[in-house]
């Protein structure tokens, strides 16, 4: 154990923010363990082939996956020194990967290209001050209200990832687009591994447990493990077959596969101008500049959650060492690019860890170090299916939204734009998405109420970027993108 007062403890404050080494360690275990999922994830969403046929590789890309969300990690834990955790960000992934299939000529380095670029703009913003001044022009209301979207973003996440929650086949006469469970019942094992998992979790929970959420996680990967040897319960999908389970676990069966050369090839693939060279300078622009908004609102309204889940921000809302958190953020997205992995970003996973207790830069590090290590232990995170991890997001989320009482529900010009922006952050699967709506709103009603002096100059500016970015697709049609 950390003596109080000496050099590690000093420099992490670790002490300073109710915390000790035994909870960092297991926070940062339980963060790794609610994340590693992105290993497995992030190769699925980018195995498609570009307009060459040229593949990045499941492998190549699990691989350096593991390796920058480690890298960034520790830069964030040991520099920044917040319980933070980066991966490849999963809604710049998909749109990296649509852009890549729905534009001919456009290459994977090409579009990586435009990752990096996005990042570097974000760097420059960053060090040029503004990224922080428009955190610091937000309301307060805001702000809470996008811990509580990130909140109910986190569940939804766990509640859908358990198959707890789908997603209803289009058909005639469908008016629900999701569900419980299968044709609205629970089947399957997995299901059980869930709902097990999510009744220890809150039991450990009420009774204030120590480890409860990473206890909650051993213990439902061990039943999980049990079930799939005894059973043989397989995927939900099968790749190979195209057929479907219903009863199967939603993408990580749990397993022990063959080990695999370590292939960190990908590195240094991106090719930065390509993209412009392929389709032209305003459409290169056009989707560089919905890879910046997304990456650069996802980060702030995460950052947000997170700080205030773990209680390290000030009297006026402000978070330490903000400008270091948002400058390995914006570094994780030139690495991520980089690397042909996508945009890495804080990652809302990382609640889990702050759940457990974690307070300051060592959990981060703890999950650092385990990334590192899965480059070469990927079998090890297959251990782990996401109905193991679910119950951690779900009592995580309920924690977050618990603080929507802050919010000045008096105040229609905060109240209706803090209600968009966390309704919409689930609904429409982004962070992005609901901070937009907000922002968009509160400058809107600010304008009809005769307040509009009382907004900040830089929300005007923001909503307006946020307009031209709901308007992208409108934009690209007319000029023929």
Request: charged residues 10%; hydrophobic residues 55%.
């Amino acid at each position: 154990m950390l003596k109080q007062g000496n050099a590690v403890d000093r420099y992490f404050k670790i002490t300073e923010r109710g915390s000790n080494l035994s909870r960092e360690v297991r926070g940062g275990f339980a963060t790794f363990f609610a994340m590693s999922y992105i290993v497995v994830l992030n190769p699925l969403i980018l195995s498609g082939a570009d307009s060459t046929g040229a593949e990045l590789g499941i492998d190549r890309v699990a691989a350096v996956t593991a390796l920058v969300a480690g890298v960034m990690t520790i830069l964030m834990g040991a520099w920044a020194k917040h319980p933070f955790a980066l991966a490849t960000g999963l809604g710049v992934n998909a749109f990296v990967a649509i852009t890549v299939a729905t534009n001919p000529g456009l290459t994977w380095p090409d579009v990586m290209g435009l990752v990096v670029l996005s990042g570097v703009t974000m760097l420059v913003l960053v060090l040029t001050g503004f990224r922080t001044a428009v955190f610091n022009a937000v309301p307060p209301s805001l702000k809470t209200a996008i811990v509580v979207g990130i909140g109910m973003f986190i569940a939804l996440i766990g509640l859908v990832n358990a198959g707890f929650v789908r997603r209803i086949p289009d058909a005639a006469g469908t008016t629900v687009p999701v569900g419980l469970g299968f044709d609205g019942a629970l089947v399957g094992w997995p299901s059980l591994v869930f709902l097990a998992g999510l009744l220890l979790t809150i039991a450990l929970v009420v009774r204030k447990v120590k480890g409860a959420i990473l206890i909650g996680i051993v213990a439902s990967a061990v039943l999980a493990n049990v079930l799939e040897a005894v059973f043989r319960i397989g995927p939900s999908f099968d790749a190979a077959t195209g057929t479907v389970n219903p009863q199967g676990w939603s993408l990580v069966v749990p397993s022990m596969p063959d080990w695999k050369p370590l292939d960190l090839s990908l590195i240094g693939e991106a090719n930065v101008f390509g993209a412009f060279a392929h389709l032209g300078t305003t459409a290169a622009l056009l989707l560089a500049f919905v890879i910046l908004l997304s990456i650069f609102f996802d980060a702030m309204g995460t950052m947000v959650g997170l700080a205030n889940e773990a209680g390290t921000v000030d009297e006026d809302g402000n978070i330490p060492n903000v400008d270091r958190v948002l400058l390995v953020d914006s570094l994780g997205a030139i690495a991520g690019g980089g690397a042909s992995v996508s945009s890495n970003q804080i990652y809302v996973e990382s609640g889990a860890g702050i759940g457990e207790g974690a307070r300051t830069g060592v959990a981060s590090i703890v999950t650092g170090v385990l990334f590192l290590l899965a480059m070469f232990l990927t079998p090890l995170i297959y251990l782990v299916p996401f109905e193991a991890v679910a119950p951690a997001l779900v009592v995580v989320g309920f924690m977050m939204v618990s603080q929507v009482s802050k919010i000045d529900w008096n105040d229609w010009g905060l109240a209706l734009p803090a209600f968009l922006t966390f309704v919409l952050m689930p609904f429409t699967y982004s962070i992005a998405n609901g901070i937009g709506a907000g922002f968009v709103a509160y400058v809107f009603i600010r304008a009809i109420q005769g307040r509009a002096r009382e907004v900040h100059p830089l929300m005007w500016a923001v909503a307006a970027a946020f307009l031209l970015f709901f308007s992208i697709g409108v934009i690209e049609q007319a000029a023929g993108v």
